[in-house]
């Protein structure tokens, strides 16, 4: 296992459309977290699962943002109808719990 | 007033220095605490991880953490060019999301 890998490692698109991110978290990992991350900033939690389960959301989160983690594997994170401040890296983390967490490269995010 | 507060620098030291790093936080259920090093478009990449109270040392490296004063240290020995990057504290109670600070850009000069 090579750790935390995310999918695609770019994506361009034009605003107003849809875009889906996915990770593979590091194997056994049971926790799995959703960060965004501006420029000059520290990463933002966005949501995170415990298995399959989405325990948590957070409440600055448009209802244009969802996640899903089925068979408490790999998660994909969509944004609909994209908007220019949506435009960040997006980053995926995995942990056991209570235990350290590891990220991925991230996905840079970038609506025209 | 935010959970972790991190100064963000930028910080600019001499190669062979010491650094010293530190955020402060306000949730006194925090009991897990992890530093990491973030290059410029990459991850952040987990540099040391404590549990409570205590110190911790990897190589260069030591993390100290004081809950009573609510306070974490990340102490880089013998700072190295290499070293430049972005430094980010972070922390969580059980059962509950991990809460970053918004880092601390640091430049080693050669």
């Known amino acids: 296992d090579t750790g935390v890998s995310q999918n695609p490692r770019h994506k361009i698109t034009k605003r107003g459309q849809n875009v889906t991110f996915r990770c593979d978290p590091i194997?056994?990992?049971?926790?799995l977290y959703w960060y965004r991350q501006t420029l000059g900033q520290g990463p933002e939690f966005l949501t995170y699962?415990?298995?399959?389960?989405?325990?948590?959301k957070s409440r600055l989160l448009s209802d244009r943002f969802s996640a899903e983690r089925p068979k408490g594997s790999f998660s994909t994170l969509e944004i609909q109808r994209t908007e220019q401040g949506d435009s960040a890296m997006y980053l995926c983390?995995?942990?056991?719990?209570?235990?350290?967490?590891?990220f991925g490269q991230g996905t840079r995010l970038t609506v025209v | 007033q935010k959970e972790v507060e991190q100064d963000p620098g930028p910080l600019s030291v001499p190669e062979g220095a010491i650094v010293s790093l530190n955020c402060t936080y306000s949730n006194s259920a925090f009991q897990y605490f992890m530093w990491y090093r973030q290059y410029s478009r990459k991850g952040p990449e987990l540099l040391m991880y404590?549990?409570?109270?205590g110190n911790k040392e990897d190589g260069r490296f030591t993390a100290q953490v004081d809950k009573s004063s609510k306070y974490i240290s990340l102490f880089i020995r013998d700072s190295q060019p290499s070293d430049s990057a972005t430094y980010l504290c972070a922390m969580s109670s059980s059962a509950s999301k991990i809460i970053f600070g918004s880092g601390t850009r640091l430049s080693i000069r050669p």
């Open positions: 983390a995995s942990s056991l719990l209570n235990t350290e967490a590891f």
């Open positions: 404590t549990y409570s109270s």
């Open positions: 194997s056994e990992h049971n926790r």
């Open positions: 699962f415990q298995n399959e389960a989405q325990l948590e």
